[in-house]
């Protein structure tokens, strides 16, 4: 198994069940969390690790990237004429769409 270091800002901690506990959060979510927001140096490699200030930029850079209900009109119509569709079916007792 791989340990992975997380830095705020010097202190590194290996993920343990201890660690998992202490957040309260699923050890899936935790390691899901460092792969998407791990900091990866290639000119300074020991700067390498999980930085929570440069994780919260990426996410938010994520964010705005995969907006596509907002950027697409055409795609937003057909999402919500499709869960209209499914709301009318689900009121009415056709749980299964046909």
């Known amino acids: 198994m791989r340990i992975l270091r997380i ?8 993920i343990t069940a ?3 506990r202490a957040l309260r959060r699923d050890r899936s979510t935790i390691c899901r969390e460092l792969r998407l927001n791990f900091w990866h140096d290639r000119e300074v490699p020991i700067a390498e690790a ?4 440069t994780a919260q930029r990426m996410a938010e850079d994520r ?4 907006r596509k209900l907002l950027r697409d009109p055409h795609l937003r119509a ?3 004429e499709a869960y209209i569709i499914y709301q009318i079916c689900f009121r009415a007792g056709d749980f299964y769409l046909k």
């Open 63 to 66: 964010r705005r990237r995969y």
């Open 50 to 53: 999980y930085w929570p200030v």
């Open 7 to 14: 830095a705020i800002p010097a202190l590194y901690l290996p």
């Open 18 to 20: 201890v660690f998992v």
């Open 78 to 80: 057909a999402v919500i």
